[in-house]
């Protein structure tokens, strides 16, 4: 028998590649070379060493998708309705396409256009609220397991308290109720004959 200490380990030890597998897949998502900021409800577009500059579109294959500011929000979850979050994720999974194919371009409220580059996202670039969800998510993970494994050897279903009053479904009586005393297990047959 493998004691409790092994499990909660090896528990453990699964949580944490978990959490390494999901920061490894948010780094295998490639960056650009720009930087994406909101000033009031406009777009702006940074490079490494140039100043904002305010966007009007982006072009996905030639096709121009409005430069929203709902764009660069880090958490689609604030937004009203599902179609929203629908309309976010499709716009999102476009522009990701577009990048890894090198078809995206950035066009400036000057007209001009820029091309953008998938380049390899490091841990830094990882935006705040990630790290937040990623930590709440194993935090979760890590209190289920304390809960669960030391619990999961001794698990006996835990007998009714006397008397209860139970509610059963039948074909013939729709709702039939019955007063039971003192029963380990319930079966409605019991108490809903046909």
């Not at 996905?60 to 976010?88: C, H, M, T």
């Not at 005393?181 to 108490?191: E, K, N, P, Y």
């Amino acid at each position: 028998m493998v004691s409790l200490r092994t499990k909660l380990l090896a528990g453990l030890a699964v949580i944490l590649l978990y959490g390494f597998w999901i920061i490894q897949l948010a780094l295998s998502l490639p960056a650009s070379e720009l930087q994406f900021s909101l000033q009031g409800d406009q777009l702006l577009a940074a490079g490494p060493d140039a100043a904002p500059r305010p966007v009007e579109s982006m072009l996905v294959g030639g096709k121009a998708l409005p430069a929203r500011a709902v764009l660069v929000i880090e958490e689609p979850d604030v937004l009203p309705v599902y179609s929203d979050i629908n309309q976010f994720f499709a716009e999102h999974t476009q522009l990701l396409q577009a990048l890894k194919a090198g078809t995206l371009q950035v066009r400036y409220q000057d007209g001009s256009e820029q091309p953008l580059h998938p380049l390899p996202r490091g841990l830094m670039q990882l935006p705040g609220m990630f790290w937040l969800q990623l930590l709440c998510g194993l935090a979760g993970m890590v209190i289920c397991m304390l809960v669960w494994v030391p619990g999961s050897t001794t698990w006996r279903p835990a007998p009714l308290p006397c008397p209860v009053w139970v509610t059963c479904w039948h074909p013939r009586r729709p709702l039939c109720t019955a007063r039971v005393s003192c029963l380990l297990t319930v079966s409605c047959s019991a108490f809903c004959p046909p």
